[in-house]
């Protein structure tokens, strides 16, 4: 079946600790995404990706970074800096559109990791 | 830039009765919309979408909604609800280039016997 994967489902943390969270998808799409989620705020573009190779800084990217070296991954971490990495964390894709109506494509959305730093 | 206002932070409703979750928008140029389900602890799942064409959208499970641009809004409408139906409702709009959502603060569903 294809979808994307995020894991764990659930992740525990000391606080001061870098912690990496996983997404992979097997939908042969080109964008990728990473969401924060807090109750009663939605959710916030952390980064995305149009590309291997290539990502950009989304509304809240202090305190993450990602990486894009595989089409089908999309890595996240969380590191020291970011102040409250308490949250739900959601990885999207999506086919990366050029134009018109079809510059957006529907975001498919992974399960999520909810990460809790103690 | 474009901004979402979901102004109901939850909506309680009797199962089979009629549900209306309002979701109003703020743009300069076209938008394109979409309404997304959240089931608890899970991700988002689209329900329907406005590109283009007639203003009436009809997506999953029975819902449907009116795209209004004199009003901007984007009203997610259901004429009859079921307990399955209880989650979270997100409105988001296309931003710009990047295929980027911004997403509003999302409306809880409640739905009791």
């Known amino acids: 079946d294809g979808g994307i994967t995020q894991s764990p489902k659930y992740l525990f943390r000391k606080e001061g600790q870098n912690v990496t969270l996983s997404c992979e998808q097997n939908?042969?799409?080109?964008?990728m995404y990473w969401y924060r989620q807090d109750p009663g705020q939605g959710l916030r573009l952390i980064y995305y990706?149009?590309?291997?190779?290539?990502?950009q800084k989304g509304d809240i990217a202090e305190g993450y970074s990602v990486s894009r070296e595989k089409k089908e991954s999309f890595p996240l971490t969380v590191t020291s800096a970011q102040k409250n990495p308490t949250a739900f964390y959601l990885c999207?894709?999506?086919?990366?559109?050029?134009?018109?109506?079809?510059?957006?494509?529907?975001?498919?959305f992974g399960p999520g990791t909810r990460l809790t730093v103690l | 830039a474009q901004s979402v206002t979901q102004l109901d932070s939850q909506v309680p409703v009797f199962e089979e009765a009629p549900v209306e979750l309002r979701c109003n928008y703020s743009?300069?140029?076209?938008?394109?919309l979409f309404w997304y389900v959240q089931y608890p602890n899970q991700g988002l799942q689209l329900l329907l979408k406005?590109?283009?064409?007639?203003?009436l959208v009809k997506g999953i499970n029975g819902f449907e909604a009116e795209f209004n641009k004199s009003q901007t809004s984007f009203h997610l409408r259901k004429p009859s609800v079921h307990i399955s139906d209880t989650a979270e409702y997100f409105c988001a709009v296309h931003t710009g280039t990047a295929s980027k959502l911004t997403f509003g603060t999302g409306t809880r569903l409640q739905v009791t016997l």
């Open positions: 406005y590109l283009s064409g007639s203003t």
């Open positions: 743009s300069s140029v076209s938008v394109y």
């Open positions: 990706s149009q590309i291997v190779n290539d990502f």
């Open positions: 999207a894709s999506s086919i990366a559109g050029t134009s018109g109506p079809f510059l957006y494509n529907e975001q498919f």
């Open positions: 939908l042969n799409h080109d964008a």
